[in-house]
């Protein structure tokens, strides 16, 4: 089992950045693919970017393509996503998600309490 516990959420002007952090409980990290979703008020839940285990591979919303990196630290047991040129429509609470899986967008086991951007207009 693995812990997820997020960071680096607040609020930010339309084309800021921000850089969200995981990090992740136990020792197997390097096992798990790695995802961030991330939930606007009023809409379903929907995925954003995911890593292999290896940092290899990475995986994105067309949504999110060209402005937000996913990348990942094994050593640390820590998963990124940086954000760059924020939209207002990127406001939502952000999870990130451990999957048994290889990569996967949608077949998550575990996912952490999730941190708030804003974006303001």
């Known amino acids: 089992q693995v812990q997820l516990v997020e960071s680096g959420g607040g609020l930010v002007q339309h084309g800021g950045s921000l850089r969200l952090s995981c990090a992740a409980s136990?020792?197997?990290?390097?096992?798990?693919?790695m995802g961030w979703f991330r939930r606007a008020p009023g809409k379903e839940r929907e995925f954003v970017a995911a890593?292999?285990?290896?940092?290899?591979?990475?995986y994105y919303a067309d949504s999110v393509k060209g402005r937000f990196t996913i990348s990942r630290d094994n050593a640390k047991n820590t998963v990124y996503l940086q954000m760059n040129s924020l939209k207002p429509a990127d406001t939502a609470v952000y999870h990130c998600?451990?999957?048994?899986?290889?990569?996967?967008?949608?077949?998550?086991?575990?996912w952490g309490q999730g941190t708030q951007v804003t974006v303001s207009s």
């Open positions: 890593i292999s285990r290896s940092g290899s591979s990475t």
């Open positions: 998600a451990a999957s048994i899986l290889p990569v996967t967008t949608s077949a998550y086991n575990y």
């Open positions: 136990g020792r197997t990290f390097s096992s798990y693919t």
